[in-house]
């Protein structure tokens, strides 16, 4: 495209003026997607535009034109947007298959999805094929089924959940080694937080390998989610990749320097706790809305638990000096802190860095 | 030390050496630079040893201990170490935490640091011997 | 000055001008007169009360003046110049808005008076006069009370940027020396503010040796006394060390309660003492022996 734009005579001129849209151009943008990633390429999209019709364009209304043409390119890429959104729970690319081997892949995919729809009972798998096949709405399914559109939907996302569950267990050939498995994978699916602590699926993944190398797709999913970060901790690097990522997270709050060094210097004593005393476990940074805006940090391992939490968290206010797990210190950093450990199950530390009240800077 | 951008940077200037690190160190990371700059102060026979931490934005617990450890080790081996360079941030960070350098003496930066070894070392071990 | 160019032929405009300079040459010839009148009537309209008689004098003289000029000259600039200038002297002096606008009313008032005065015998003349006169005395009046609340938001400003800083003040004395008074009563917020500044401010000012002086808070808490121990230790962290004045005994009590080692905290009685000592800690070279802790 830009090839044409730039063999054209006369757009020198039209090219300047175009150069002159920009600042406004990407306020309108900027006005619609805010911090969007893409924001940037939606400028360039309209640009490009603009420029390629200019030659067609009245003097005068290369503006007004620039800004409608900004509007479209912003509502295609909502558009878009949301289609992909819609298609997410898909496990499978609907587009044609290239080449053979992907049609061999195809053919995989195909019969385990098949296997897997075969695993649901008949009524969900009805209602699924109902809506998602044949188009039907979830009003009309409800009325049908003498239910309401709301109970639908729900059941609905539920019957995707283990859908998307019974595909991966078929696809990998296994069957989960642990009548705990299945309600922890399908609620890792349907991205439920509550249902997850209530099957204690964040312990389940550290202590089941089998769960934990099939979630791994099914978390990506909701790895989306803004401002949530989970990271594997298993070795010295990941204590630092931890430690600069919450930093990271932490900077898109009001914290001020002071305090980014602090979280970041808490995550990384209890990351080192995991890596010593546990081999390996997990680290989520989270951002918190209610009841205040704070930086959360929960990190967990399934290692042998601490014997005496009592004793690990006490050392006296200002000893310095006995190292140990260095957990008081850690809780003197931040404003909430909680430890459960587990003897055999390991340890979670719960911590909170509240941003601080505005008026004091 | 090994492949890659340089993590550590340790020069001789005169009788001292100094050791500049230039990103945050991991644990392992920071035991092989304790285990590099202690080799190196034996076989230099410095006298005074320059530890230049600015660029490390957090100073956890084991940064700490090893930062400490290396001030003891080279005292064993008749060499004054400074830190230098703990930023105000990482400064406030540590006593929260709880830590701190112990008895090795601190300075602002290279500069101070330097200074303050030209105090503590007033004979700069030009003659053979370096040692007592 | 100018009453001496006069000629016959006039625009419109110009002959507004023309009628200011006659006016401005009669505003000088009687300004003794038309000043004493003005300020006789700020005196009754109990304006300016803050100002001594002789401030008040000096300053109506040098309005009056102005004002003239700003007649005479009719641009913008000298007229804006002439609002600031005048708010920046006044407002130190404790005048209110009102007072200002009043006084810049009054000194309109009494000399359009004196025009009627001059010209009642030719009632077209002084039409014309006051024509030229009334949209420029305005536009003066106007410009001034606009300035006057710039200015008064500005000098606002400035003091409440100056009260925060003072709150919580880093001053760097002479090279390489901070003094931070600690005044009022510290919570744990302001106390982590105080150290956060101390710390910034000793690599700003590349400072090796900080005073502390509490003598100004009466009361340390234990949470507090614990900031200002954590304070002390991350001064020297960054290589500076601490100096703390104006200890009292009830301060001294309530760190050794939570565990302070007094004898490892550089502590002097009164601020003058911690200054000497600082200095004898830049000036005279400290020797540090080996294995040894000074601070």
Same mark, same amino acid.
């Given at each position: ?361 | ?21 230039? *990103? ?68 406030? *960070? ?11 003496? *601190? ?26 | ?9 006039? &625009? ?47 300053? &109506? ?235």
């Amino acid at each position: 495209m830009s090839a044409t734009e730039r063999g054209e005579k006369g757009t020198g001129h039209a090219s300047a003026d175009v150069a002159d849209l920009i600042p406004m151009v990407r306020r309108i943008v900027g006005a619609r997607v805010g911090s969007h990633p893409a924001a940037d390429d939606l400028v360039q999209e309209t640009l490009t535009r603009v420029l390629a019709a200019s030659d067609t364009i009245e003097p005068g209304m290369l503006e007004p034109y620039a800004i409608v043409t900004a509007r479209n390119v912003v509502a295609t890429m909502w558009r878009d947007e949301d289609r992909k959104r819609r298609n997410r729970h898909r496990a499978i690319d609907l587009s044609e298959p290239e080449t053979p081997e992907a049609q061999l892949v195809l053919d995989e995919e195909q019969s385990a999805m098949a296997r897997a729809l075969g695993r649901l009972d008949e009524r969900e798998r009805r209602t699924l094929l109902e809506h998602e096949v044949s188009g039907t709405d979830t009003k009309t399914l409800a009325e049908s089924a003498g239910s309401t559109a709301g109970a639908i939907a729900a059941q609905l996302n539920r019957t995707r959940a283990r859908l998307r569950v019974e595909y991966l267990l078929a696809l990998q050939h296994v069957e989960p080694p642990t009548d705990r498995c299945r309600p922890v994978l399908i609620a890792l699916s349907s991205g439920d937080h509550r249902r997850q602590r209530e099957v204690r699926a964040a312990q389940h993944l550290l202590e089941c390998k089998d769960c934990a190398s099939l979630s791994q797709p099914l978390l990506e999913r909701g790895q989306q989610r803004e401002g949530s970060l989970r990271i594997t901790i298993a070795a010295d690097p990941d204590i630092v990749a931890a430690r600069s990522a919450a930093r990271e997270v932490a900077s898109r709050l009001k914290f001020g320097p002071t305090e980014l060094t602090v979280i970041a210097t808490a995550v990384s004593e209890v990351c080192r706790n995991i890596v010593r005393f546990a081999g390996s476990g997990e680290v989520v940074i989270e951002l918190l809305e209610s009841p205040r805006r704070g930086l959360q940090v929960v990190a967990r391992d399934a290692g042998p638990g601490i014997p005496s939490v009592e004793k690990a968290m006490s050392d006296g206010y200002s000893t310095y000096g006995g190292l140990g797990l260095g957990l008081p210190g850690v809780r003197r950093l931040m404003d909430e802190f909680a430890l459960v450990s587990e003897s055999g199950h390991g340890t979670t530390v719960t911590m909170t860095k509240w941003e601080r009240n505005t008026d004091d800077e | 030390m090994n492949g890659g951008p340089a993590l550590v940077s340790i020069m001789r200037q005169g009788s001292n050496l100094i050791a500049s690190v230039h *990103t945050a160190l991991d644990d392992s990371e920071l035991v092989r630079f304790e285990r590099d700059l202690v080799d190196q102060i034996g076989e230099f026979r410095s006298r005074g040893v320059i530890i230049d931490v600015a660029a490390l934005d957090v100073i956890d617990s084991f940064a700490a201990l090893t930062l400490r450890r290396i001030a003891e080790m080279a005292r064993l081996r008749g060499a004054v170490t400074v830190l230098v360079g703990i930023q105000p941030e990482v400064a406030f *960070t540590m006593v929260r935490l709880g830590i701190g350098t112990g008895d090795v003496p *601190t300075a602002l930066d290279l500069e101070e640091g330097l200074e303050m070894l030209a105090r503590t070392a007033p004979h700069p071990a030009s003659g053979a011997d370096g040692r007592r | 000055m100018s009453d001496q160019q006069q000629e016959p032929e006039r &625009t419109a405009a110009g002959e507004g001008e023309h009628l200011l300079s006659q006016l401005v040459a009669h505003l000088r010839e009687h300004r003794t007169r038309l000043r004493e009148e003005w300020a006789q009537r700020i005196q009754q309209a109990h304006l300016l009360n803050a100002m001594t008689p002789q401030e008040m004098s000096a300053e &109506t003289t040098s309005v009056y003046d102005n004002y003239v000029e700003v007649l005479e000259t009719g641009s913008v600039e000298a007229l804006q110049h002439y609002a600031r200038d005048l708010s920046e002297r006044i407002i130190p002096r404790g005048v209110e808005t009102h007072e200002v606008v009043g006084i810049v009313l009054l000194l309109r008032d009494v000399l359009a008076r004196s025009l009627f005065e001059k010209y009642q015998r030719d009632f077209g003349l002084l039409n014309e006069v006051l024509d030229a006169y009334e949209p420029a005395a305005n536009r003066i009046a106007n410009t001034v009370a606009v300035s006057f609340v710039d200015e008064r938001e500005r000098v606002i400003r400035q003091q409440q940027d100056a009260i925060r800083e003072l709150s919580t003040p880093v001053l760097p004395v002479r090279e390489r020396l901070l003094i931070l008074p600690i005044i009022g009563v510290l919570d744990s917020e302001r106390a982590r503010q105080l150290t956060e500044q101390l710390l910034s401010g000793i690599r700003k000012h590349r400072a090796r040796v900080v005073v502390i002086d509490i003598t100004g808070s009466p009361d340390v808490d234990q949470t507090v006394a614990n900031h200002l121990v954590q304070t002390v230790d991350a001064s020297r962290l960054m290589g500076a060390s601490v100096i703390i004045t104006g200890l009292s005994p009830k301060i001294a009590q309530t760190l050794v309660t939570i565990g302070v080692d007094l004898s490892k905290m550089n502590t002097i009685g009164d601020l003058q003492g911690g200054l000497e000592e600082a200095e004898r800690l830049l000036g005279y070279t400290v020797t540090r022996k080996e294995g040894g802790t000074s601070s």
